[in-house]
């Protein structure tokens, strides 16, 4: 069992920064492929970024130059450094794992096995 849980969202207008954090339970955290996936009101959940467990990195065409993804080990936490925000990416976004071991990293929400609850992030423009 893997307990995921996010912080550092809020409120900003466009184009401010923020970071969120995500904690993770497990003994095994280097290991896992972390992602971060956001849902806006009324649409489905969708990929924003990802880390593996080498280092590796993905992101959505949307967030790619803007958003960064990063791991620290020895904390379990995972990283998500959000910078020119846009009104549009007003969403809750989620911290997930996937603890298959696969090699790539994957986009489709199935693919990942834990969730965290969340954290809302709202860009007045």
Known sequence: QVQLV???GGLVQAGGSLRLSCAASGRT???YIMGWFRQAPGKERGFAAAISWSGGTDYADSVKGRFTVSRDNAQNTVYLQMNS????GTAVYYCTADISGRLGIRRAPAQY???GQGTQVTVSS
């Open 6 to 8: 996010e912080s550092g």
């Open 113 to 115: 096995n834990y969730w």
């Open 29 to 31: 955290f280097s290991s």
């Open 85 to 88: 925000l846009k009104p549009e």
